[in-house]
Structures are given as C-alpha cells and as structure tokens.
Nanobody, 119 residues
Framework: QVQLVESGGGSVQAGGSLRLSCAAS????????MGWFRQAPGKEREMVST????????VYADAVKGRFTISRDVAKKTVYLQMNSLKPEDTAVYYC????????????WGQGTQVTVSS
C-alpha cells in the first residue's frame, strides 16, 4: 500500500501561481504512475495531470495545458504540480493519486488540499 500526503494548497488571486507537492511512502517500490485530480463543489472529479514513474511520460487535461507542469523527484518519492496563470475555475480540492504497481489504475489517494483562486 502507498500512502500519500499533499501540501502546498492555499488561496491566490487570478493570474498567480501555486506549487503542490505529494510525498509517497509505504509500498512504493513498484509504483507505476502518479497524478493529480481535482474536484470542485458540485462537480465530478477530473484528471488534471499524470506522470509515469519510470520514464516520466506526462499527460495533461486540456484545461490546464500550457499552464500546469507535473514533475517528479524519484529520490524523494515526491510528485509536484506547478500551477501558473491560475484561473477562478481552477478552484477545487486537489488530490494526489498513485498506482502501486503496473497494470492497475490509480488505487492510492491523498487526503486532498484546497486550492482557491479569486477574481
């Protein structure tokens, strides 16, 4: 089992930046991918960005392409989400996720961190 702890959320004005961090612990030796999801009030959870652990292949939702950057630090077992040019519609609870082995979907989740973007 992988345990995930997010940090870095907060409140920022439109156009500002935030950097989220997610530290993984536990059964991380076979971890295949990590990612970020978000859920706004009354909305369905959506994928924001993912990265494969071995080769660092990245995927982004169309809504954040060009503004957000996902990265990983293998030694620290940590994934980051650099969020620039934030918009009010980015306001949501952001969740870190991981797949603990190849061939499975995301099966470990962090507690979530609130991101609020004001106009």
């Amino acid at each position: 089992q992988v345990q995930l702890v997010e940090s870095g959320g907060g409140s920022v004005q439109a156009g500002g930046s935030l950097r989220l961090s997610c530290a993984a612990s536990g059964r991380t030796f076979g971890m295949s991918k990590m990612g970020w999801f978000r859920q706004a009030p009354g909305k369905e959870r959506e994928m924001v960005s993912t990265v494969t652990w071995s080769l660092g292949y990245t995927v982004y939702a169309d809504a954040v392409k060009g503004r957000f950057t996902i990265s990983r630090d293998v030694a620290k077992k940590t994934v980051y989400l650099q969020m620039n040019s934030l918009k009010p519609e980015d306001t949501a609870v952001y969740y870190c996720a991981a797949a603990d082995r190849p061939g499975v979907e995301f099966n470990s989740w962090g507690q979530g961190t609130q991101v609020t973007v004001s106009s």
